[in-house]
């Protein structure tokens, strides 16, 4: 097949939906799909692309809280040029704004199946546009909803996603197919090696963002004791503000640490040195990276949230919790039942198989090949 991605988000940045579309794109490559990236070029002639990225022409360019922004001049039209010279027989998008509209149109008047992957719970970001909250998300859910029941088939990456899409009235196909892992979490693993026998270590890999909702965790290890130690490793515009933050607190300081964007190899390492992975978050639509934990044997504790319900399950991978009492409770009891700890590390692994590339990539094609 050829087959289209269109996406607003793409390197420069990084995160879970450039990642689930890298995994992808290399999975379908890797069984002989012909698929182009169509994105924004943020960079101008900085990018370093391979050549099945096309990028859409965008005269402004500008930063906006340490993002990259950029404006694409006339996109409906660049769009409706590839499609002509390519002739996709699918067009997969992965938001419902900007591009994605533009590649529905083009993709409506060259009558080809669009497939739409419904990332993010839209209005959860509504903060990000300078008007207030109130008015952003009913407008945010009106758009989205509109978008949806244009497209021919929608992606939910978990079931909740779809109950909540159906609840909105949208009334088109709904697939539930979770992100891939990165074949750099399933190509090798490792036996964990827990380096510190003074300290129980827990670990965060996120966006330094508010609606991760990090603040949570600090409220968790004021509830546990000195032994207890806390990594964020990630980026994001509220990096210097949650360090302050911590640096602050006299019963923080010496026990939570920042990482900054590591190396793939180093992220490695800190996945399999680590006792378990606290998952603040209540708007992920998955969390692509409870599975990268469990990839390596960790288990994950998570606050309650759409993305935690699909993939952890009590007592066998981790535990899904209400409070932050409930959380600090439930470290505690794992820090001091090591068998329930290894049982339920043991519970990962094998939950982190169904996230495979290999077996994503069949529901995947599956679902493309029901459509053409």
Known sequence: MRIFFVTNNYTPYSGGVASSITANVNALRAHGHEVFIITLNFLGKKHSDPDYVIRIP????????KNHMAIPWRPTHAISTLIRKYMPDIIHIHHPFLLGVSALHAAQRYTIPCIFTYHTLYEAYAHYVPLPR?????????????FCNKIDTIIAPSTHVKHYLESQKIIKPIAVIPSPLQDCFTATYKEPQKTSKNHFELLLVTRFVPEKNIPFLFEVMKLLPNAFRLTLVGYGNDYETLYTLALSSPQLSQRIRFVHKPEQKYLLELYRTSHLFVFPSIADTQGIVLAESMSQGLPVIALNGPGQRDIIVNGINGFIVENAQEMAAKIMTLAHKPEQLKQCASGARATAQHYKTSSITKRLLALYYSIT
């Open 134 to 146: 109130t008015c952003v998300q009913p407008l945010i859910r009106t758009a989205v909803r509109r």
């Open 58 to 65: 965008c005269p402004i360019r500008f930063m906006y809280k």
